[in-house]
């Protein structure tokens, strides 16, 4: 299983960014599928989530600018970033929770991350 992440770089504030990340491998089922961020010198934290059913969640920080989809028959899930902030300047993660074809559990899976980088 491979989580593969595109459209970070470098945008002045107030501007926008969409990340995608894609799903590929021997998948069975993903439940729920999520960024998280990781700024330089702080701990990771979770940014958003989408569960199977399309039910929505955002940290307090980003409420209102972000928003997160996926699509379901394609196994990608989507984050488009408006109004941006240097705060959210970090390396940004893809994350699934996800069944493969064999097992009977669902496991956490990461992307490599994308660099957002938001300065004038």
């Known amino acids: 299983v491979q989580l593969v992440e595109s459209g970070g770089g470098l945008v002045q504030p107030g501007g926008s960014l969409r990340l995608s990340c894609a799903a590929s491998g021997s998948i069975f089922s993903i439940n729920v599928m999520a960024w998280y961020r990781q700024a330089p010198g702080k701990q990771r934290e979770l940014v958003a989530t989408?569960?199977?059913?399309?039910?929505?969640n955002y940290a307090d920080s980003v409420k209102g600018r972000f928003t997160i989809s996926r699509d379901n028959a394609k196994n990608t899930v989507h984050l488009q970033m408006n109004s941006l902030k240097p705060e959210d300047t970090a390396v940004y993660y893809c994350?699934?929770?996800?069944?493969?074809?064999?097992?009977?559990?669902?496991?956490?899976?990461w992307g490599q991350g994308t660099q957002v980088t938001v300065s004038s």
């Open positions: 994350n699934a929770d996800l069944r493969t074809y064999g097992t009977y559990s669902y496991l956490d899976y």
């Open positions: 989408c569960t199977l059913a399309n039910i929505t």
